[in-house]
């Protein structure tokens, strides 16, 4: 009597990835708001990563009478701007804060933002922990980062 053995080879794929460990939680570099006179309206930009499906629902800070969530958009040759209630972060997508898009409106400064100053901004989300920044005041955007 002959026994057939069968065997099974399970095969185990193993899936590989060249991408860099996904970033945890919510993420900002390049913040930077431009120099700006007390009274006046300034402007802060950023660029912001959430690993998470998350929402920018609220902005913060003690430097200003209100902080609000501005986009900017050019219609024929006006430049408009109009508020947002809150921003979309998409998981792993990168949101530009930005001159002529999106940014956080300082309205009605309480003091003067001269470059070498930095200022707090904290902002608040839908489910994430608030975030507090320290934003540079400078002339000009932080230089590109080699990625
Ligand atoms: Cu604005």
Redesign the pocket.
């Known amino acids: 009597m002959n026994r057939i053995l069968v065997f099974t080879l399970a095969i185990v794929v193993f899936s590989s990835s060249c991408t860099a460990p996904a970033a945890e939680g919510v993420e900002v570099r390049d913040a930077w708001t431009r120099p700006a006179a007390q009274g006046g ?1 300034g ?1 802060v930009y950023f660029v912001i990563h959430s690993a998470a499906a998350e929402e920018l629902i609220r902005v913060s800070s003690d430097v200003a009478e209100a902080v ?1 969530m ?1 986009e ?1 958009t050019t219609n024929g040759d006006v430049m408009e ?1 109009r508020q947002l209630q809150s921003v979309t972060l998409r998981a792993g997508k990168e949101v530009l804060f930005e001159p002529g898009g999106p ?1 956080i ?1 300082l309205v009605n400064l309480e003091q003067d933002l001269k470059a070498g100053d930095e200022i707090e901004v904290t902002l608040h989300f839908k489910n994430y922990q608030d975030l507090p920044l320290h934003v540079p005041v400078q002339d000009s955007p932080p230089s590109e980062h080699d990625h």
Do not use: K
């Open positions: 309206n402007a609000e501005h900017s701007m940014h409106m």
